[in-house]
């Protein structure tokens, strides 16, 4: 266990067993990666029960953590609410498109073979708007996510080696199998506060704070307040609060702040949980008749189209950082350590983004949304979210990351 702070001052130090770039790239990885590269984070409405702070023996943050990385919960039910605000302009649905799009799977538009079942596509709707959640698990070979929509329903269900996605809205099924029944499928967007506190406890390293912060009730259940603080300048932020079970260590509610402030930009917490054991019929599952049934084993099989899954670039940043960037680019890099962190890599293009005579009324409708920059690297756009920000210089670098804006100008410039 690496030392931290803590409500008892332990002295933050560095994981001995994991390399440096592993280190920088995990923190990379939270708020851009995990979250839907750089448009997506995850928030929740901040009204989850809460009856007073319960009076809890005293912990350190080190062994709250421990019993974090020690929680062995097999059996589980329960209600998670989770909105996105990424304090983008509306542009009537656009951007839901543009993230289907962009997750290139079956179903996205962009396969006429695909399935709308398809998870890979299906859960990067939890990037935006307000979504509830009935999630469900029977040890590592049984687990059920439900996402509730208006009128409609997609489930994903793993029992076994059968994994069914099935969307009630189109009655279309997505099916495909894992590799022994003992083996939970990755679903590649983060749905539950242990999924959030898992990414953020990666990137607890010393250039991070972290300490009790008293009690709370989540869901009913007693539980401690672990904060989690960038100690730099720079990043965009704020605090990760983590509500940890008091009884089974189980993270219930995540909360993510910016530092700007205001509301969350990541915040996902149970609104109903429950340990006991789920009735085996939660995961039977049988496609309905007349749905139309998507084998995703076939599909596959099939050649690429461009597409590329959110968790390829957590790889890409674990292993092809010194060679091979994302697709049309001549590496990527990370730069800066801890908290300002920040990804590069260059398109091998120039100009870029198109400007409103050089695109059209995508370049103008693009660069609207953008603050110009300029510095000793030339000049360029800063794409800003309230956590993840981009620029994209003249020349076809891109640098980005949860830091400010000057804090990219600093970089681009170093970087000549």
Same mark, same amino acid.
């Given at each position: 266990m690496t030392p931290?702070?803590?409500?008892?001052?332990?002295?933050?130090?560095?994981?001995?067993?994991?390399?440096?770039g592993r280190r920088r790239a995990a923190r990379y990885v939270v708020p851009v990666a995990v979250m839907g590269v750089a448009a997506a984070t995850i928030g929740l409405v901040p009204a989850l029960a809460d009856s007073g702070d319960p009076d809890l023996p005293k912990v350190t943050a080190e062994q709250l953590i421990e019993k974090i990385a020690k929680a062995d919960v097999q059996q589980l039910s329960g209600t998670v609410k989770i909105t996105t605000d990424l304090g983008l302009p509306n542009l009537g649905g656009l951007e839901s498109g543009l993230m289907s799009g962009m997750s290139g799977g079956p179903g996205s538009g962009g396969d006429e073979d695909g399935s709308a079942a398809d998870p890979s596509a299906k859960l990067t709707e939890l990037v935006s708007?307000?979504?509830?959640?009935?999630?469900?698990?029977?040890?590592?070979?049984?687990?059920?996510?439900?996402?509730?929509?208006?009128?409609?329903?997609?489930?994903l269900i793993h029992d076994g080696k059968d994994v069914w996605g099935y969307d009630s809205e189109s009655n279309e099924v997505y099916h495909s199998t894992v590799p022994g029944s003992a083996e939970q499928p990755e679903t590649e967007v983060p749905a539950t506060p242990k999924d959030f506190a898992d990414q953020a406890l990666k990137a607890v390293d010393d250039t991070t704070s972290v300490t009790v912060?008293?009690?709370?009730?989540?869901?009913?259940?007693?539980?401690?307040?672990?904060?989690?603080?960038?100690?730099?300048?720079?990043?965009?932020?704020?605090?990760?609060?983590?509500?940890?079970?008091?009884?089974?260590?189980?993270?219930?509610?995540?909360?993510?702040?910016?530092?700007?402030?205001?509301?969350?930009?990541?915040?996902a917490g149970f609104t109903k949980v429950s340990f006991a054991k789920p009735d085996a019929s939660t995961f039977d599952f049988t496609p309905p008749k007349g749905a139309k049934v998507t084998e995703g084993? *076939?599909?596959?099989? *099939?050649? *690429?189209?461009?597409?590329?899954?959110?968790?390829?670039?957590?790889?890409?940043?674990?292993?092809?950082? *010194?060679?091979?960037?994302?697709?049309?680019?001549?590496?990527?890099?990370?730069?800066?350590?801890?908290?300002?962190?920040?990804?590069?890599?260059?398109?091998g293009g120039q100009g870029g983004m198109p400007t409103a005579s050089a695109g059209g009324d995508l370049g103008g409708f693009l660069g609207s949304f953008g603050d110009q920059v300029e510095g000793d690297f030339g000049s360029g756009t800063v794409f800003k979210t309230r956590l993840v920000n981009a620029l994209i210089t003249d020349d076809g670098k891109v640098y980005a990351g949860a830091v400010t804006k000057d804090a990219l100008v600093k970089a681009a410039d170093a970087a000549q």
């Open positions: 931290i702070d803590s409500d008892d001052n332990t002295t933050a130090g560095t994981d001995e067993d994991r390399p440096a708007g307000t979504h509830t959640l009935r999630v469900a698990a029977d040890g590592p070979d049984r687990q059920k996510l439900s996402l509730l929509e208006n009128a409609a329903e997609y489930s912060d008293g009690t709370a009730q989540v869901a009913g259940r007693d539980a401690y307040r672990l904060v989690i603080k960038p100690k730099q300048s720079g990043s965009t932020v704020g605090a990760v609060t983590v509500a940890v079970d008091a009884k089974t260590g189980m993270p219930l509610k995540f909360t993510l702040t910016p530092q700007s402030g205001g509301a969350a930009v990541v915040d084993d *076939e599909v596959a099989k *099939e050649p *690429e189209h461009g597409r590329k899954a959110e968790g390829d670039l957590a790889k890409e940043l674990d292993g092809l950082r *010194e060679k091979d960037g994302p697709s049309g680019t001549d590496g990527l890099e990370v730069i800066g350590e801890g908290w300002n962190s920040i990804a590069t890599f260059d398109t």
